[in-house]
């Protein structure tokens, strides 16, 4: 079975502009949770979504966005990047929901993020 | 103050010792997950408890509910294992995992 994939791996942005991410779940999985990790704040949950409905939201400000589509496969956003929005972004599948982590995670390798 | 605390921060030793890791959380939890991420990124998921232990090869996990207490231990350590190991808990009525700043082991050769 194919792990979860993330596009791309590496991107660089300059302030003000805005950025996609995208995410493909192990096939079967409909719960795609996403973090972000940065040196001084270690790792963040940044929301969950499953069944293409945003289940849960952590505390990062609206620029930070995301969507699923029917195929499971998501989409995450962020508009008018700072930069302090330079991080690791990782997404992770599990075949339930629960803020990930009633169920097994299975992380993607994670979209390197750096905002010039 | 976090509301999940690992000890220690760094750790080094040599090939084939026994390694402890702890978390310690200071909030009531539904989960518990040990997750091992090596240099590049990339994060696999090693347990997720609620209760009691779990052995998985030369990994063992526990975790006391009352003393708010987990460890994460590795016997005949390699330096294969060399990795930063995270906790992370799933707090009661709140669906978010919230993680502790992990543990950087180094195993010598």
């Known amino acids: 079975k194919a792990g979860v994939t993330q596009t791309p791996r590496y991107l660089i942005k300059t302030r003000g502009q805005q950025v996609t991410l995208s995410c493909s779940p192990i096939s079967g999985h409909r719960s795609v949770s996403w973090y972000q990790q940065t040196p001084g704040q270690g790792l963040q949950f940044l929301f969950e979504y499953f069944s293409e409905t945003q289940r849960n939201k952590g505390n990062f400000p609206g620029r930070f966005s995301g969507r699923q589509f029917s195929n499971s496969r998501s989409e995450m956003n962020v508009s008018t990047l700072e930069l302090g929005d330079s991080a690791l972004y990782l997404c992770?599948?599990?075949?339930?929901?629960?803020?990930?982590?009633?169920?097994?995670?299975?992380f993607g390798p994670g979209t390197r993020l750096t905002v010039l | 103050k976090n509301e999940v605390e690992q000890s220690p921060q760094n750790l080094t030793a040599q090939e084939g010792e026994f390694i402890t890791i702890n978390c310690s959380y200071s909030?009531?939890?539904?989960?518990l997950h040990w997750l091992q991420q090596h240099p590049g990124g990339g994060i696999v998921s090693l347990f997720m408890l609620s209760s009691g232990k779990k052995k998985h090869g030369r990994l063992i996990a526990t975790i006391n509910i009352q003393e708010k207490h987990s460890s994460l231990h590795i016997t005949a350590s390699h330096p294969r294992d060399s990795a930063v190991y995270i906790c992370?808990?799933?707090?009661?009525?709140?669906?978010?995992?919230?993680f502790g700043t992990g543990t950087r082991l180094t195993i010598i050769p």
């Open positions: 992770a599948s599990s075949r339930i929901t629960g803020g990930g982590g009633t169920d097994t995670q299975y």
């Open positions: 909030v009531g939890i539904s989960a």
């Open positions: 992370a808990v799933l707090i009661f009525g709140n669906e978010k995992l919230t």
